[in-house]
């Protein structure tokens, strides 16, 4: 049974709650996301499975998922990054951002996620079990799918895109 953090508004751990327990209450827990681009600057996008519990089958960023109890969120960040997309490389703390959503099936994601940033050019080998497809686009191609697309993407997605390209421009 997996378990995620709940944290308080500052990231202060408060307790744990069953992952989807957690979903259903609308509880604010910690989480991660990971951003990779390749050398052309461009984005990896993955779609989500179509087994997924909550937006499958949109796109959305590189990966993203909680911390287990008693794990640092940069070691669950490279954990997921391995499971999800078959690589690891170095990664860097972007920033974080509180988001809450909730979808049709009932469930809310209530998160204080930390975002993660990476560069790979390797090979990958992604999980079917968590994706169903993936590609790498320019930033100017995924901002401008965002006018009549939006619906193609996560909700956290949309909200970290331009403080990762904000973050980027700064860093450059």
Known sequence: MDRVILVDEYDIE????????????????????????????EMLLQQRSLRKYHSGGLWTNACC?????????????????????????????????????????????HEFDHVFVGFYDGKITSNFDEVESYTYRSMEKIESSFIQYADFYTEWFLIAFPKVKEWLDKSC
Request: aromatic residues 10%; negative net charge; hydrophobic residues 35%.
């Open 14 to 41: 408060i307790d744990t709650m069953e992952k989807m327990e957690a979903h259903i209450q609308g509880r604010l827990h910690r989480a991660f996301s990971v951003f990779i681009f390749n050398q052309k600057g």
């Open 65 to 109: 998922s909680h911390p287990r109890p008693n794990e640092e969120t940069i070691d669950a960040a490279h954990r997921r990054l391995q499971e999800e997309m078959g690589f690891d490389t170095p990664l860097v703390k972007a920033f974080d951002f509180k988001y809450k959503a909730s979808f049709t099936n009932g469930l809310t994601e």
